[in-house]
């Protein structure tokens, strides 16, 4: 309050002076300066689990007085014990986030011209009940799109029983699939493998700097202490295979520089050695690998096996020119790998996104397969870490827009494949979308298709978007519904993090919604009581819907609420014995624990794998292309045309289609684009960090950069373009240009530039440039999944 | 009288910057805005090092958080012309910004630039303020601040073991870097107890300070990362 307003406030209220003028008397003097807050100062911790990336770290929110002051790391959370990045620690700011939707908009100007109007939800509830209600009986339900950010968990199966209920198949979440996609072809058949890295000593990350753009970098970075922290003799390694010197990799034991795009024939030169010095696991290889040795078919012809293949083609020599690893690295690689107990291979994203990302995520996998990793305690296991049985939706009658088959070609990993949408769209194939729904995604930021994703979005008749804060996506939607943050949201997680045992986190809200948010699952739910059939009125709110999954977990009988150490070995050496403690005598006495410790999992699994003993096991690795072959029958597409059209090498056969290497004919584009493009993606930006003023600050950190993207050269290339450090440089693709500033790092390998990702989000805090508008539309050749390692660039003062 | 002192692993260390951004939520270090960090003038108390030896291959980069040292013998301390800055019966290098006059001499003294001027007035709105630290005052414009290894902590922890009615335990004071760490890679306790992890580890023969030489005795001690750097040689 001014001065002035208060005296005029004292003067009209006589000498009766209320306790809220006593506030304001105390703060027109000044009194706040001094600390930031001033009250009894009652201390209390919520347990909640973070939601700025899908990594499902466990945290305690420190409140005063009821006000949320801080942030710390769950310590009994299994998966990040104690620990939490940068962002998650900073999230507080996306609770008062400039950006935030603060009511419901309806837009009122032309599409992105960023005029909306704002609207009571009543009537934003109603618009939507008109639009699907128009659709419904018009009996087109399946011209309704929904998209959601989630992967797994109570909240997507929610997401998908509202669409399928709806009657529209068309439900989507957006995820890369090639890994699970090459687990199919490998496995000959649907495979949730995990790696078992609990018990796992030596990690050979190709392709992934795990510490920073892992998929969970806090459980790595606490995996590597607990592995410094055993004896000598057995502590673990950490080798980063990858073009550049990350903070990961100078953090790692080794750090093994790497052309990139070429994680998968480094793997198939480690297998030569492997296979000529016998380091092989000879036993599982014949017990799990199919196609392994040489065969006679039944007209008695000779058919080369695996291992004659990888012989002659994947001699030392030729992978080292092809990877520019030398020869003496990747003959000890092979031989630390194979002699190392406890050593497994890791396939990172990055290694993914290229044209021939399946073909890489296999040969790794190879890896594993014939030294003997698979269905072992620290190795690769087939196991589901979705504890929660899937809520199935009402009968469908349309097909998909984008098929969802993931054992046939096209496969376009199960609902994973959003980057099919905008062409089906533009293309009415096979029919038109009215309504589109999007649930906390922004497409047109991150896919590398976000032109196509804008043309599609112009062109659909009615979008609505949930979002907590404003970004690309809303600007376009014609309805946005202000979401609530995680910080104020109920939920049950599941953690996407290497963590190979069933981990369930509650989100519990630490402030009530701010604003007029409302979370977009009570929204769904309010929707569907009105407008769909099926078991909606079962539940008043999200908060009764996630009570009823606990339930489910508490009746199932198994696991335990996270505890610290000694009670969890203690339970498992109890449920290894078939007994249970019994630690609630009812349902609400687990709930009440797990919203004081903040989830619940099975710990037991943990002792199970330490003895060796599995549930569930994968029981096939095909090395030879047979099984790929069947999933291509019925299909038009020839397998043989996608592996030519993507210029590789199947080597001496086309049995070997998966053995197929990159041969990088492609000497034109070469010469016009002669850079390598390498993404770069710094903790900092995970999920949102790139819109936060404190992120901002850090991202380029190591460089001494603030506020901007940048771009890195190694020096031998930028003296060759005569290019100096921190000049500014365009740096161009077939795509589109971007100015930027160059840094030199002699810690990159060269003919490759290096630019961070997650950074150029329109907001408040936005600075630097978008890098995924340099893809210029390169795929991979199975799953369709953008290929945005495949970038090439040129870059000129 | 404990001797308070911190031990950090740089094998453990990820250099993912956690402990940066703990450390600025938990002491209320305002966000340097777009121009402010252009200057060059944003505040880290818990900063990052980062060095580059070496040429393409032979390469080594060593990341290291960096604290205030709360040296033993502070450089700092000596020059200040108002005793703003001293060092405390338990070795905590304080600094008390209302005396501060802001000359910097502080800042210039400290070899290893862990202290830093508030050149701007600090930029919070009056909702981040709503959510800040109550245990830990705003910083104005002018004075000198610096990692005070979450002092406020330990008042906090004093003040709980005497409502219990027991001794203080080394166990009730951890700071915000430490609690924080994914790699738990940052230890806190007391040099003087033998029985302590961080006295022990501080007598490692991986141990290490900075400048050994210039004669500042660091309280705070890295543990080497020994040479398994770099580019991998056979």
Request: aromatic content about 10%.
């Amino acid at each position: 309050m001014e001065r002035r307003k208060f005296l005029k406030s004292i003067s009209i209220g006589g000498v009766s002076l209320s306790l809220l003028q006593l506030d304001a008397l105390a703060s027109a003097i000044g009194y706040h300066e001094e600390g930031p807050y001033n009250g009894p100062l009652l201390t209390s911790f919520v347990s909640t689990t973070c939601g700025a990336c899908p990594g499902g770290c466990g945290m305690r929110v420190r409140k005063v007085d009821n006000i949320p002051v801080g942030i710390d790391g769950n310590p009994i959370h299994p998966v990040s014990r104690g620990g939490l990045c940068p962002v998650g620690i900073s999230s507080l700011a996306f609770l008062i986030h400039p950006d935030r939707v603060k009511q419901p908009l309806l837009r009122t100007g032309p599409r992105g011209s960023n005029e909306f109007k704002p609207i009571p939800w009543e009537e934003a509830e109603n618009i939507l009940l008109e639009k699907l209600g128009k659709l419904k009986d018009a009996g087109i339900p399946e011209q309704m799109l929904f998209v959601d950010s989630r992967r797994s968990g109570p909240g997507f199966d929610l997401a998908r029983k509202f669409t399928h209920d709806f009657g529209s198949p068309n439900f989507y979440h957006s995820e890369n699939p090639n890994s699970s996609i090459a687990a199919n072809i490998w496995g000959g058949k649907d495979i949730d493998f995990v790696y078992d890295l609990e018990n796992a000593r030596s990690m050979f990350c190709f392709g992934a700097p795990v510490f920073e753009s892992g998929i969970n970098p806090v459980y790595y970075a606490s995996l590597r202490s607990r592995l410094s922290d055993q004896p000598e003799g057995k502590k673990g390694n950490f080798y980063i295979i990858d073009p550049r010197l990350s903070a990961s990799a100078a953090k790692a034991e080794r750090w093994v520089p790497i052309k990139p795009n070429t994680y998968g024939l480094l793997a198939l030169g480690m297998l030569n050695l492997i296979i000529k010095e016998e380091l092989y696991d000879a036993d599982v290889v014949d017990r799990l690998c199919v196609g392994f040795d040489d065969k006679t078919d039944n007209r008695g012809r000779k058919i080369e096996g695996f291992k004659s293949m990888v012989l002659k083609t994947y001699i030392p020599s030729f992978v080292a020119e092809k990877t520019e690893v030398p020869v003496d690295q990747i003959i000890t690689l092979a031989r630390l790998f194979a002699t190392s107990p406890g050593a497994i291979a890791i396939a990172g994203d990055v290694a993914t996104r290229t044209i021939d990302g399946v073909h890489q995520t296999w040969a790794i996998m190879a890896l594993n397969a014939i030294t003997g990793r698979f269905n072992k305690p620290g190795g690769i296991t087939n196991f589901n870490l979705n504890p929660f049985k899937t809520q199935t939706g009402g009968k469908l009658n349309a097909r998909p827009l984008v098929s969802s088959n993931k054992v046939k070609y096209p496969f376009l990993g199960g609902n994973g494949e959003i980057e099919s949408l905008p062409d089906r769209i533009l293309s009415n194939s096979p029919y038109p979308i009215e309504l589109m729904i999007f649930n906390n995604v922004n497409p047109i930021y991150d896919s590398p298709n976000s032109s196509r994703f804008r043309q599609a979005l112009q062109n659909i008749p009615f979008s609505v978007a949930f979002s907590s804060l404003h970004n690309e996506t809303t600007a376009l939607a014609d309805l946005i519904l202000p979401d609530c943050t995680f910080l104020e949201k109920n939920d049950l997680v599941l953690p996407n993090s290497d963590f190979s045992h069933q981990v369930v986190g509650l989100t519990q809200p630490i402030v009530e919604p701010l604003y007029e948010s409302r979370q977009a699952d009570d929204v769904l739910l309010t929707i569907g009581r009105k407008a769909l059939a099926g078991n909606w009125k079962k539940w008043d709110s999200y908060k009764s819907y996630i009570e009823e999954k606990a339930d489910e977990l508490y009746k199932a009988g198994t696991g335990s609420v996270f505890s610290d150490q000694f009670k969890i070995s203690f339970d498992s050496l109890l449920a290894e014995r078939g007994w249970r403690r019994t630690e609630f005598k009812d349902f609400s006495g687990f709930l009440k624990q797990v919203k004081k410790t903040g989830g619940w999992w099975d710990a037991s699994q943990l002792r199970k794998r330490q003895q060796g003993r599995f549930t569930a096991t994968i029981d096939k690795f095909y090395l030879d292309s047979k099984y790929l072959h069947s999933m291509f029958q019925g299909s038009k597409t020839k397998l043989i045309d996608l592996i030519d059209a993507a210029g590789l090498e199947t080597g001496t056969n086309t049995e070997y289609m998966l053995g197929a290497y990159r041969d990088f004919k492609n000497e034109d584009e070469q010469s016009q684009y002669p850079l390598a493009l390498y993404t770069m993606e710094p903790t900092t930006t995970r999920g949102d960090g790139g819109r936060l003023d404190g992120m901002a600050d850090m991202i380029g950190h190591y460089e001494y950069i603030k506020w901007r993207s940048w771009v890195e050269l190694n020096p031998e290339t930028a003296s060759a373009l005569g290019l100096s450090d921190r000049q500014m440089v365009w740096v161009e693709s077939a795509s589109g240009k971007q100015k930027l500033i160059l840094i030199i790092n002699p810690g990159l390998i060269p003919e490759v530039a290096a630019i961070p990702a997650g950074i150029g989000k329109q907001g408040s805090f936005q600075f630097g440039e978008n890098i995924v508008e340099f893809h210029s539309g390169e795929r991979e050749i199975f799953t369709g999944m953008p290929a945005i390692s495949e970038t090439r660039v040129k870059i000129y003062a | 009288m404990a001797r308070w002192g911190m031990v950090i692993d740089l094998d453990k260390c990820v250099g993912c910057g956690t402990c940066m951004a703990s450390c600025r939520s938990e002491n209320n270090i305002p966000v340097a805005n777009k121009k402010i960090a252009l200057d060059g003038r944003s505040i880290f108390w818990m900063d990052m090092l980062t060095i580059t030896e070496g040429e393409y291959p032979n390469i080594k980069k060593r990341i290291m958080p960096r604290p205030c040292f709360h040296c033993e013998n502070p450089p700092c301390t000596k020059v200040c012309p108002v005793r703003a800055t001293y060092k405390n019966d338990e070795g905590l290098v304080g600094q008390i910004y209302h005396r501060c006059i802001g000359c910097r001499y502080c800042v210039n003294a400290c070899p290893y630039n862990a202290k830093y001027f508030n050149w701007y007035p600090p930029d919070i709105s009056e909702e981040q303020k709503r959510h800040m630290n109550p245990d830990v005052s705003i910083r104005s414009k002018g004075v000198v601040e610096k990692c005070s290894f979450c002092a406020h902590r330990l008042i906090r922890a004093r003040e709980k073991a005497a409502a219990e009615n027991r001794e203080l335990l080394e166990s009730d004071f951890t700071t915000a870097c430490q609690d924080n760490c994914p790699s738990h890679a940052i230890s806190f306790g007391d040099l003087d107890n033998p029985y302590s992890e961080v006295s022990q580890l501080s007598h490692s023969v991986r141990a290490f300070t900075l400048l050994e030489d210039i004669g500042t005795k660091p309280k705070v001690f890295y543990l080497t990362e020994g040479e398994k750097h770099g580019r991998f040689k056979i």
